[in-house]
């Protein structure tokens, strides 16, 4: 799989994305991986850059993937530029909220590392339940059937 990301853009005061564009051209020969549980526990390290104490170092080698990666202890510090799970707690049942992805998981599955990045909430967008389940999911899968 080759991939380009070309653009994202992100509203850092609702702490959600706009849009993200990728150019995407899968291998017709290569295996797929199995959608990953669900887990939503991967931040954007680069909006955590201004906290003091943040150790990027850490991170600052993971640049093709914007610096994503799982984040067990940092939602406190990273959380005031990016949408984190606590807030979509109590959203998914009483409002009817899902997260929906910009870049469908499925069509990165041919790519373990860059499939489990897809759950980190800036690809997210807040979808009622019923449109991401049915009108976005129909779309995610026509996408899928054009790139392969």
């Known amino acids: 799989m080759i991939t380009c990301h070309t653009r994202l853009e992100y509203f850092f005061y609702f702490s959600i994305p706009i849009y ?5 051209m899968r291998d017709p020969n290569q295996g797929t991986n199995k959608r990953p549980d669900s887990n939503w ?12 104490d ?3 170092s850490a991170v600052a080698d993971q640049s093709f993937y914007s610096n994503i990666d799982q ?10 530029y990016q949408a984190v799970t606590s807030d ?19 069509i990165t ?10 759950f980190t909430l800036t690809n997210v967008a807040p979808q009622h339940s019923t449109f ?8 995610e899968w026509s996408v899928l059937k054009q790139l392969s």
């Open 20 to 24: 993200s564009a990728y150019k995407i």
């Open 41 to 52: 526990h991967h931040v954007c390290f680069g909006l955590c850059l201004d906290e003091d």
């Open 54 to 56: 943040f150790d990027f």
């Open 71 to 80: 984040c067990d202890n940092c939602f406190d510090k990273c959380g005031k």
């Open 88 to 106: 979509y707690y109590d959203n998914t049942s009483g409002l009817k909220i899902d997260r929906g992805h910009l870049l469908p998981n499925g």
């Open 109 to 118: 599955n041919q790519d373990a590392l860059w499939q489990s990045t897809t």
């Open 132 to 139: 991401n389940q049915v009108a976005w999911n129909q779309l």
